[in-house]
């Protein structure tokens, strides 16, 4: 990593850290990941979707490394506000507002929150940033490939009483305007607006023991300019999906399933992802499949890509795991290539504060 961007890294986090401690009544919390790799066989590895991290024959840091600090600060007994801030390797170690919003404690089981969110897409949505909270280098890029990550609205939460099953319902809505969107604009080769507007979508997580299960679903109107031009406009989408992971003993089973389709431009893409690992004291191996895949339509999209993984993370200590990967991308795709197949290298570490 150049000693620039070590240089903003740690100036960033610090600064942070010296303006919360003046007020006692913000909470912060932290997190890190310092993250390497290396293609060994192939050009170049698409590790990141959303911010298009990329890795090539070249050893590298930015792909995947990032710090972020969250702060909470209660300003009444019923509302507080919540700030996540995040540098990123992906994006030239600039730092982004990740989370912004006011939270409305309206009673002990619901809550109302309004401000700038992730889209709670997938499973790991919410901590995607945050490398501590799976097994992974990073969460399977195959399933995690949309465009828009984050959207500005109102999230309502509900939290039932049971004594049965943990369950949560998560409904909301609001919208989000992507300018010079970088996923789009790398496969355009032009610059790409794009608007997710008229957001609606629904969570629902239910737990017990040794299962979970997650359901979600979202719709929203798509507008879209390439190198200034609209090509789409109040267009139809919607994404669904539901996770399930299993738990028994030292094995967990996880898994992902997922379709987005855009009918008016018969578009359908369906994602998948599978893992089992087994954690014996604080060393945890594991193996991942994950697929994309979009038949070929009337536009000729085509794009078909599948990743095999292995990896081990150790649980350096109660805050600190390391971690090392192996993944083999096997892409199928004629006329939506997205990097060829490609065989990478990682390993770093995640560390929480």
């Not at 300018?179 to 080769?189: I, K, P, Q, R």
């Not at 507007?197 to 299962?211: L, M, P, R, T, Y």
């Not at 389709?261 to 004291?281: C, F, H």
Request: proline share 3%; with cysteine; net charge negative.
């Amino acid at each position: 990593m150049p000693s620039n961007h070590i240089t903003r890294f740690l100036l960033f986090s610090s600064i942070l850290c010296q303006s919360a401690s003046l007020y006692a009544e913000v909470q912060i919390s932290g997190f890190a990941s310092f993250i390497a790799g290396k293609v060994i066989n192939g050009s170049e590895f698409l590790a990141d979707y959303p911010k298009t991290g990329i890795y090539d024959k070249d050893l590298s840091f930015s792909p995947d490394t990032s710090i972020g600090v969250q702060l909470t600060s209660d300003i009444t007994e019923d509302f507080s506000l919540t700030l996540q801030l995040v540098n990123n390797g992906a994006d030239e170690y600039q730092t982004k507002s990740t989370w912004a919003y006011l939270n409305y404690q309206y009673s002990p089981q619901i809550s109302i929150q309004a401000g700038r969110k992730r889209l709670p897409l997938y499973y790991y949505s919410d901590t995607f940033d945050l490398g501590y909270a799976y097994h992974w280098i990073r969460p399977p890029a195959d399933n995690y490939t949309w465009q828009i990550a984050h959207y500005n609205g109102i999230s309502i939460i509900f939290e039932p009483r049971t004594t049965s099953v943990d369950s949560l319902f998560n409904l909301y809505f609001g919208r989000e305007d992507s300018s010079n969107n970088e996923l789009l604009g790398m496969f355009a080769g032009a610059p790409v607006n794009e608007t997710w507007k008229n957001i609606a979508g629904f969570v629902g997580e239910f737990s017990k023991d040794w299962f979970e299960i997650r359901l979600t679903y979202m719709r929203s109107l798509l507008d879209r300019e390439i190198n200034n031009t609209q090509t789409d406009h109040n267009v139809r989408q919607h994404f669904q999906g539901v996770s399930i992971n299993l738990y028994y003993d030292h094995l967990s089973f996880l898994s992902e399933f997922n379709a987005y389709e855009r009918p008016q431009a018969d578009i359908r893409v369906v994602t998948n992802m599978q893992s089992i690992g087994y954690t014996l004291k604080r060393i945890t191996p594991h193996i991942t499949r994950s697929e994309l895949k979009q038949s070929q339509n009337s536009n000729g999209g085509d794009e078909h890509h599948s990743t095999n993984s292995f990896g081990i993370r150790w649980d350096y200590r109660d805050n600190i795991a390391i971690k090392i990967q192996y993944d083999k991308t096997i892409d199928k795709g004629i006329n939506i290539p997205i990097r060829g197949n490609s065989e990478l290298i990682s390993f770093g570490a995640d560390i929480i504060f």
